[in-house]
């Protein structure tokens, strides 16, 4: 069963990610318009303890939204990473990003 993804809004630019970080889980809208970007927060963190499955699409839509908010000079983290995605992260090299090292670093 799938369990479409949603952002759970915490305030003071966090929130919380819920559902499935995979290809079947993932609305086109979350893609194009991320809810985060027109918060008006200038530092976003993505909390990603809620995620239940994740593949190579939860890495992709997670590149998507780093590019988005460089974009608009946003300052984007992820916490609670999941193993899965956080592998993934250290096959393409994108765990030697700041967006993935602090977690990385708090693993090891």
């Given at each position: ?7 759970i809004?915490?305030?003071?630019g ?55 908010t ?39």
């Open positions: 069963m799938t369990h479409k993804l949603s952002l809004s915490k305030g003071n966090r929130w919380l990610i819920h559902g499935d970080l995979t290809f079947a889980g993932i609305h086109k809208k979350i893609i194009d318009s991320p809810p985060f970007i027109k918060q008006g927060n200038d530092n976003i963190i993505l909390d990603l303890a809620q995620v239940t499955n994740t593949d190579s699409a939860g890495l992709a839509l997670m590149i998507e939204w780093i590019k988005q460089r974009a608009q000079r946003l300052r984007l983290h992820f916490k609670n990473i999941p193993n899965q995605l956080l592998n993934l992260a250290k096959l393409t090299g994108l765990d030697k990003t700041p967006y993935f090292s602090l977690e990385l670093q708090k693993k090891n």
